[in-house]
């Protein structure tokens, strides 16, 4: 079982930046892949991006790719979404996912465990 937790979320105006967190439970962090989504309100959920296990894989969706970045850190069991050069369409629920995927999962369904959630709000 992982338990996630994602925090750093808030408002934020349109051209700044914010970094979630992503804090895991449990000693097998290492072996999951992880994953960044977000939900706008009366939108779909959608991928943001995802990180290999090792951290030697990334993989972005074209609305986000070249302003963020996700990293991760397996000593203290936490994953990064470092979010620049916001913009108001950025305006979602972000949620961090782990899944036991080779490489960068890139759909919901590869993840079995997922976090809460955090407000980002991007003000124009």
């Known amino acids: 079982q992982v338990q996630l937790v994602e925090s750093g979320g808030g408002l934020v105006q349109a051209g700044g930046s914010l970094r979630l967190s992503c804090a895991a439970s449990?000693?097998?962090?290492?072996?999951?892949?992880m994953g960044w989504f977000r939900q706008a309100p009366g939108k779909e959920r959608e991928f943001v991006g995802g990180?290999?296990?090792?951290?030697?894989?990334?993989f972005y969706t074209d609305p986000v790719k070249d302003r963020f970045a996700i990293s991760r850190d397996n000593a203290k069991n936490t994953v990064y979404l470092q979010m620049n050069s916001l913009k108001p369409e950025d305006t979602a629920i972000y949620s961090c996912?782990?899944?036991?995927?080779w490489g960068v999962g890139l759909r919901a369904r590869e993840y079995n465990y997922w976090g809460q959630g955090t407000q980002v709000t991007v003000s124009s």
């Open positions: 990180i290999s296990a090792s951290g030697g894989s990334t």
């Open positions: 996912a782990a899944g036991r995927v």
């Open positions: 449990g000693h097998t962090f290492s072996t999951f892949a």
